[in-house]
């Protein structure tokens, strides 16, 4: 326990310097236009500096030991690369793997269920979720209140100064809408600044015959839900989408992820079963199980050769984006 409170009081200490003082939300041109309605209320400077704070500090956690950059690192695109499932306070283990945060305001749902329809109201899920930070809203807004830091910060982010639950889940809502992964190589090809190699591009023209129904450019996921033929963990007995929707219909459909900062995302999957691209090649070669809800646009095993798989991954590295 100790040891994980220095963890994240050292994350929160270095937050400053990984990110610039607070930045307006970027809105890439060639991006489509975002779901997340930016003129319901202001985002400014002082709301993302408040909920980059927030983000960063245990206090959210009922023990004060976990924040949300416990399970989303700034150093792995905001993903949990260091376990499979993620970690909670009273060293409990979660249910599934931490996703990677990033190009939230192009996404209609969140989890990988589903089960938040709106960002800004994401993060009551991890606070409250017994396994995670095992906390109350209202009694994080009380911790909130006692902390002189907090009281300027509320004060200078809206105008009424309230601490409230509302908008600490609004601050932490306007942080996550700076983390927007538009600047990689495959972006600068796309604006004709750099090209390709031979081997990236042989490696796009596979990813296109291959990959892009469910990982449609350029964001790299369609954010659906599919069935890819995961066979089930009878320990976790996951089923994804169903436990929202209670319909057989939805059995085993889980959010498609982006590809984008796919090298600093492992590992893979809902319940981070594959840890490397060549593990997530060999399901989709001969792992899958095709159930009643078995995606239909995958039509046939995908079948690659050595060199397949080595321009495959070369094209798939430069999504990667280090601002």
């Known amino acids: 326990m100790k040891k994980r409170l220095i963890i994240s009081s050292l994350v929160l200490a270095i937050s400053a310097s990984w990110i610039s003082d607070s930045t307006p939300v970027v809105l890439p041109k060639h991006f489509p236009e ?23 500090d245990p206090i959210l956690s009922l023990d004060s030991s976990i924040s949300c950059a416990s399970c989303h690192s700034p150093y792995n695109s905001f993903a949990h690369v260091d376990h499979d499932l993620s970690h909670g306070i009273n060293d409990q283990i979660g249910n599934r793997n931490a996703p990677a945060l990033m190009n939230l305001a192009w996404q209609k749902t969140f989890m990988w269920d589903g089960a938040v329809n709106h960002l800004d109201m994401q993060a009551l899920a991890p606070i409250s979720h017994p396994k995670e930070m095992g906390e109350e809203i209202g009694h994080v807004v009380e911790k909130l209140k006692r902390t002189q830091k907090y009281q300027k910060l509320f004060a200078d982010a809206f105008t009424d100064g309230e601490i ?33 190699t031979e081997q990236e591009r042989q490696g796009y023209f596979l990813f296109k015959m291959m990959c892009n129904r469910c990982h449609r450019e350029p964001l790299f996921s369609t954010y659906e839900f599919s069935n ?12 994804g989408r169903m436990n929202i929707t209670e319909d057989p219909k939805d059995s085993l459909l889980f959010k498609i992820p982006t590809l984008r900062n ?36 995958i039509d046939k095993s995908m079948a690659l050769s050595a060199k397949d798989r080595v321009d495959l991954t070369a094209f798939l590295l430069t999504l990667t984006d280090d601002d």
Do not use: C, W
């Open 228 to 239: 890819i033929g995961l066979p089930v963990d009878t320990t976790l007995n996951d089923y």
């Open 262 to 297: 796919i090298e600093r995302t492992f590992p893979y999957m809902h319940d981070g079963r594959f840890n490397t691209l060549n593990e997530v090649y060999e399901h989709y070669e001969s792992g899958m199980q095709k159930t009643k809800t078995f995606a239909q646009e």
């Open 164 to 196: 409230s639950g509302q908008h600490t889940l609004l601050a932490l809502a306007h942080f996550q809408l700076t983390l927007v992964a538009a600047n990689s190589k495959y972006d600068r090809v796309q604006q004709k600044k750099e090209k390709f």
């Open 34 to 56: 975002p779901i997340y309605d930016f003129s319901k209320n202001e985002i400014t400077d002082k709301t993302i500096l408040l909920g980059r704070t927030l983000f960063f």
